[in-house]
T-cell receptor, first 115, second 110 residues
Framework: EPEVTQTPSHQVTQMGQEVILRCVPI?????FYWYRQILGQKVEFLVS????????KSEIFDDQFSVERPDGSNFTLKIRSTKLEDSAMYFC?????????????FGPGTRLTVT | KNEVEQSPQNLTAQEGEFITINCSYS?????LHWLQQHPGGGIVSLFM???GKKKHGRLIATINIQEKHSSLHITASHPRDSAVYIC????????????FGKGTHLIIQP
């Protein structure tokens, strides 16, 4: 069964460093998402991506965040200058289409620890 | 923006019991998602429904669009059902992203 994959599973970085989290969505899906979950809190939407551009972003997704689809398979989230409060689990997801009315398939997550 | 409330926050039950988890939301939606998060952190989609009722094995999900309410039921619960169950809805206004509830932490004791 097709699945969303994410690398790395765990990333430790120092405050102020740049990190890139990688995802490979399901191949025939057109919408891609990043969510985050701070430890002990609920999952929060960051950004959705369709047709090589951001289709929607939340207030959390500020100028330090960016997303890219550098090739036909990978989807990346870059955090330019990490802060302690960026420590969280980051989930990538994909769906056939958008508007929240298509099932979203989640990757296993990348645990980001900022020290 | 949609707000999602789940109840109960925590639920401990004995193996075999019938489990009900509730979800209510504030803004009319076209679909509601039920997801399961295991202790390792991974999230799995259980159901997406826009009306009526869906059933997968021992799991049943219902939705009442007029009352902005959904329930997830587990019949003949088993310790392997222990997980966090999360309700999520589109954030509103044709948005792609989902707004999540805080989740219900379910423990099924043998």
């Amino acid at each position: 069964e097709p699945e969303v994959t994410q690398t790395p599973s765990h990333q430790v970085t120092q405050m102020g460093q740049e990190v890139i989290l990688r995802c490979v969505p399901i191949s025939n899906h057109l919408y891609f998402y990043w969510y985050r979950q701070i430890l002990g809190q609920k999952v929060e939407f960051l950004v959705s991506f369709y047709n090589n551009e951001i289709s929607e972003k939340s207030e959390i997704f500020d100028d330090q965040f960016s997303v890219e689809r550098p090739d036909g398979s990978n989807f990346t989230l870059k955090i330019r200058s990490t802060k302690l409060e960026d420590s969280a689990m980051y989930f990538c997801a994909s769906s056939e289409l958008g508007t929240g009315t298509y099932e979203q398939y989640f990757g296993p997550g990348t645990r980001l620890t900022v020290t | 923006k949609n707000e999602v409330e789940q109840s109960p926050q925590n639920l401990t039950a004995q193996e075999g019991e019938f489990i009900t988890i509730n979800c209510s939301y504030s803004v009319g939606i076209s679909a509601l998602h039920w997801l399961q998060q295991h202790p390792g952190g991974g999230i799995v989609s259980l159901f997406m429904l826009s009306s009526g009722k869906k059933k997968h094995g021992r799991l049943i999900a219902t939705i009442n669009i007029q009352e902005k309410h959904s329930s997830l039921h587990i019949t003949a619960s088993h310790p392997r059902d222990s997980a966090v169950y999360i309700c999520a809805v589109p954030s509103g206004g044709g948005a792609d992203g989902l707004t999540f509830g805080k989740g219900t932490h379910l423990i099924i004791q043998p």
